[in-house]
């Protein structure tokens, strides 16, 4: 089974940008539907971007024209680029491979999370 590998998270000020990679390994692609989380401290567990099964992508509304994800499928690499990033964007995000039922995507193991990438937006 094929694992995935977050990079790119940082310390950045508000205002600026980031992109996160998503690589996966162990399988010759990435799965169809995939998606990034974030949790921050003290939060629940938020899907903030993702495609589904369909291929459609959609956002959060706490993230939505700011946040775009893409993939590079030559590459097994899916991306979230983080524009305009505010200091309640600071997160650790992941990379899941999701389970969909038409647009409705949650996270296909919900069990293991590893250890994500940090995002820290100073104020």
């Known amino acids: 089974q094929g694992q995935l590998a977050e990079s790119g998270g940082g310390l950045v000020q508000t205002g600026g940008s980031l992109r996160l990679s998503c690589v996966a390994s162990?399988?010759?692609?990435?799965?169809?539907?995939i998606g990034w989380y974030r949790q921050a401290s003290g939060k629940q567990r938020e899907l903030v971007a993702y495609?589904?099964?369909?291929?459609?992508?959609l956002y959060s509304d706490s993230v939505k024209g700011r946040f775009l994800i893409s993939r590079d499928n030559a590459k097994n690499t899916v991306y979230l680029q983080m524009s305009s990033l505010k200091p309640e964007d600071t997160a650790v995000y992941h990379c899941?491979?999701?389970?969909?039922?038409?647009?409705?995507?949650?996270?296909?193991?919900?069990?293991?999370w590893g250890k994500g990438t940090l995002v820290t937006v100073s104020s």
């Open positions: 899941k491979s999701l389970k969909c039922t038409g647009y409705v995507c949650h996270a296909s193991d919900m069990d293991y």
């Open positions: 162990g399988s010759t692609s990435s799965p169809a539907a």
């Open positions: 495609f589904t099964s369909g291929g459609n992508i």
